[in-house]
Nanobody, 119 residues
Framework: QVQLVESGGGLVQAGGSLRLSCAYS????????MGWYRQAPGKERELVASISTGGGTNYADSVKGRFTISRDNAKNTLYLQMNSLKPEDTAAYYCNADYWRYGVNKDYWGQGTQLTVSS
């Protein structure tokens, strides 16, 4: 079992910056990849960025060069640094953990944190 708790969302003006955090706890030793997803009203949830246990990263084209995902395993925290924010980044942001144990895979999700970017 893994618990994920996001924080750091809020209201920011276009062009501004914000950092999201996701504190994870529980059987953290079985977590492999982690990621940030977002879901805007009326849209499907989409991958924003992901990071592997080795530190390899992957970004959606819409955020490349603006967002940076990082992971501090000593602090059990996942981050998403968001710069040059745009109104289209407005969404609920969710932390995701890919969990593997005894050959069984399970996805864990946080409760989400809202980001609103005003123009």
């Amino acid at each position: 079992q893994v618990q994920l708790v996001e924080s750091g969302g809020g209201l920011v003006q276009a062009g501004g910056s914000l950092r999201l955090s996701c504190a994870y706890s529980g059987d953290t030793g079985y977590i492999s990849n982690m990621g940030w997803y977002r879901q805007a009203p009326g849209k499907e949830r989409e991958l924003v960025a992901s990071i592997s246990t080795g530190g390899g990263t992957n970004y959606a084209d819409s955020v490349k060069g603006r967002f940076t995902i990082s992971r501090d395993n000593a602090k059990n925290t996942l981050y998403l640094q968001m710069n040059s924010l745009k109104p289209e980044d407005t969404a609920a942001y969710y932390c995701n953990a890919d969990y593997w144990r005894y050959g069984v895979n399970k996805d864990y999700w946080g409760q989400g944190t809202q980001l609103t970017v005003s123009s």
